[in-house]
C-alpha cells in the first residue's frame, strides 16, 4: 500500500534458478501485487526449460517482476514488463539496477494499450493480470490481433481457481495446467500451420 505517495516495502521476492539463485528482492506494500509463488514458479520453469534460454519474453501485469526476472536468470535473451502503477515499476527498475540486468525494459504503461502500439514480437508471454479484473481475454485478442506472438510462442496464464476455464484461440495447443491452492495456471504453445499464417484471426474456444 502506498500513503502520501511514499512508497513502503512489504517483503521480498526471491529468484529461484539460473544465475541469480537465491537473491531476494524487495516489493511494495501494495494490495495489487501477487508475487507468483515459489511453487508455482519452479513448476513453470521446469516446463519451460527447453525453451527459455534465449527467449524473447513479455511480462504482460509485471508486479513484482518474479516471473520476468526469473526469465532473465535463467538466460532469457531479453524481457519486457509493462507495469501501469509508477511507483510500482520503479521498484522494479531499482531491482534491475541491482542485478545489473541489461537485457531487461520496464515500461510503466497500460498493457492493454502499449499492444496496440507496439510492434515487438515474443517468443514467451506471461499474463497473470490482477484477479477478478477480466484482462485475460483482452490480452489473449490483444496479443493475436497486434501480431505480438511468434510461431511456436508459449504463453503463461495465471488466474483464480474459479475463472480458470479461459477461452484461447484454436490453434493455441494447451501442453501443462495445474492448480496450486486457490490459483490456477496453464502453458499454451501457439501452433501455426504455413497455410494460416498470412490470415490469422483470433478465434476464442
Known amino acids: 500500500m502506498i500513503h502520501n505517495n511514499i512508497a513502503r516495502l512489504a517483503g521480498h521476492i526471491r529468484i529461484i534458478g539460473g544465475r541469480w539463485r537465491g537473491r531476494k528482492l ?3 506494500d501494495n494490495p495489487s501485487l501477487r508475487p507468483t509463488t515459489d511453487r508455482v514458479r519452479e513448476t513453470l520453469f521446469n516446463w519451460l526449460a527447453p525453451v527459455i534460454q534465449g527467449a524473447r519474453c513479455l511480462d504482460c501485469f509485471s508486479g513484482s517482476g518474479a516471473l520476468g526476472l526469473e526469465a532473465l536468470s535463467r538466460a532469457a535473451a531479453s524481457v519486457t ?3 501501469q502503477n509508477r511507483a510500482v515499476s520503479t ?5 534491475l539496477l541491482v542485478l545489473q ?5 520496464v515500461i510503466t504503461t497500460d498493457s492493454l494499450l502499449w499492444l496496440t502500439k507496439s510492434n515487438a514480437v515474443f517468443d514467451i508471454v506471461f499474463i497473470d493480470p490482477p484477479f477478478r479484473h477480466g484482462m485475460i481475454i483482452s490480452t489473449v485478442i490483444a ?3 497486434y501480431r505480438h ?9 495465471e488466474t483464480e481457481i474459479e475463472n480458470s476455464a479461459t ?3 484454436a490453434y493455441w495447443k494447451l501442453h501443462r495446467e495445474k492448480i496450486a491452492g486457490q490459483v490456477a495456471y496453464q502453458l499454451y504453445i501457439r501452433q501455426i500451420t504455413p497455410d494460416k499464417k498470412d490470415n490469422i484471426r483470433c478465434y476464442l474456444t
Open 26 to 28: 524487495p516489493v511494495l
Open 81 to 83: 514488463l509493462l507495469e
Open 91 to 95: 521498484q522494479l527498475s531499482r531491482n
Open 101 to 105: 540486468a541489461q537485457q531487461a525494459e
Open 143 to 145: 496479443l493475436e490481433q
Open 149 to 157: 506472438l511468434a510461431d511456436g510462442a508459449w504463453i503463461y496464464i
Open 167 to 169: 477461452r484461447v484461440p
